[in-house]
């Protein structure tokens, strides 16, 4: 199986059109509504523009559809519609929100469905043929097209692990926490420095050097490992005094601070640090001040 379709060429359908062509893979068509990002895929790897996703699919041993979220529903129901799936024949998404389960009109025709999801962030098309080596792709779908996936992720020089169709939604879940919330988090602490007279854009750059150390103390020894502070420390009382300057300088963010810490203090335990008498009165502070929160509101 080499002849790959493609049915929009986006960032991450134009990155992996021109890794896998370059590996060796045939694109035998693309298409998109967008004729310009049609026109960017073609004009890189040389294949075919096609007029109509149905095209697409019939030219192609194994179909990508790389539209966004919303659109592969309507993908998938216009080629259904028009006959355009075949027996044998692999279509893939690499959608992280959607399950495999949304291809499914494509098994009516004999064909099999796939989920190949990298765990990773693409500003545009350079950045994300950079990225795709050593990136974490999940696969999810027809177990009997399972080689398909694993051979496309080490072609693009990834590493895999499956997951369960139902769990995609938690899967899914875990890669916003980590990615989106964590912009929270970081705008989080800013605010708190903000609250002492310090600038936004001060603050900002004063953290960055903290952040990226912590990053890599993940990457180098782990998680709870990585862990610092006063809570890792014991330091109930240097928390005590966080949660008094909070209540006076800043009560709206007493909430959020809170329920970090009362699930810091479950990590400060697993690193070993804390013992569980430890950890539980740490967390009875929290729960006082996230009650005196709620009833306040």
């Known amino acids: 199986m080499k ?37 960017q895929l073609v004009e890189r790897i040389g294949c075919t523009a096609h007029t109509s996703p149905q095209e697409v699919s019939r030219s192609a041993d194994i179909l990508f559809i790389t539209t966004s979220d919303a659109s592969i529903q309507n993908v998938v129901d216009t080629l259904a519609d028009r006959k355009a799936f075949y027996e044998g024949q692999v279509i893939v998404h690499m959608s992280g929100a959607q399950s495999s389960e949304i291809l499914d009109r494509a098994k009516q025709f004999g064909a099999m469905v796939l989920s190949v999801h990298p765990l990773q962030s693409f500003a545009n098309v350079d950045r994300a043929i950079d990225n795709l080596p050593g990136s974490v792709f999940s696969i999810e779908g027809d177990k009997e097209a399972y080689e398909v996936a694993v051979c496309i992720v080490e072609t693009l020089q990834g590493e895999y692990c499956f997951i369960d169709r139902k769990a995609k939604p938690l899967y899914h879940a875990g890669a916003c926490v980590v990615s989106n ?36 103390n993940i990457q180098n020894i782990g998680i709870p490992r990585a862990l610092t502070g006063p809570i890792s420390r014991g330091d109930l009382t240097t928390i005590l005094k966080h949660l008094d300057c909070l209540e006076e300088m800043a009560p709206e963010l007493m909430r959020l601070y809170s329920w970090l810490g009362y699930y810091t203090a479950e990590i400060a335990l697993e690193k070993g640090t804390i013992d569980t008498e430890a950890m539980e009165e740490f967390q009875q502070v929290f729960v006082k001040e996230l009650s005196l929160a709620a009833s306040a509101s």
């Open 3 to 39: 002849r790959i379709g493609i049915i929009g060429a986006g960032v991450v359908g134009t990155a992996v059109g021109v890794v896998l062509n370059q590996k060796g893979y045939e694109i035998t068509g693309v298409h998109d509504i967008k004729s310009e990002s049609t026109l």
């Open 181 to 216: 919330y964590l912009v929270t988090l970081i705008d989080f602490g800013i605010k708190l420095l903000e609250s002492t007279g310090i600038p936004r854009e001060a603050a900002s750059k004063a953290l960055m050097p903290l952040i990226n150390g912590t990053v890599n």
